[in-house]
């Protein structure tokens, strides 16, 4: 199991940037995929953006891409979103996920941070 601890959410003007920090422990060892996902208040649950543990391939969901940047700290463990030019639509709780090597499944969450972004 691996433990996830998100920082760095808050209010934003929309145009304006954010950083995410996803913090992680436990069995770092059974990462594939490090990922941020998002929910708005009404919606379900969205994707946004992805990095495998080993290496850097990322990828993005298409409404984000060009003004989201996800990265990583190995050495400590963390997984970064920076977001850029913001939107009032990107206001949501986004999460932290973990993608097990074995299950292939997203199984470990954070607990969330909230963002949101004023017109």
């Known amino acids: 199991q691996v433990q996830l601890v998100e920082s760095g959410g808050g209010l934003v003007q929309a145009g304006g940037s954010l950083r995410l920090s996803c913090a992680t422990s436990?069995?770092?060892?059974?990462?594939?995929?490090m990922a941020w996902f998002r929910q708005a208040p009404g919606k379900e649950r969205e994707f946004v953006a992805g990095?495998?543990?080993?290496?850097?391939?990322?990828f993005y969901a298409d409404s984000v891409k060009g003004r989201f940047t996800i990265s990583k700290n190995n050495a400590v463990n963390t997984v970064y979103l920076q977001m850029n030019s913001l939107k009032p639509e990107d206001t949501a709780v986004y999460y932290c996920?973990?993608?097990?090597?074995?299950?292939?499944?997203?199984?470990?969450w954070g607990q969330g941070t909230q963002v949101t972004v004023s017109s």
């Open positions: 996920a973990v993608q097990g090597r074995t299950t292939m499944k997203y199984e470990d």
């Open positions: 990095i495998r543990w080993i290496g850097s391939f990322t």
């Open positions: 436990g069995r770092t060892a059974s990462i594939y995929t």
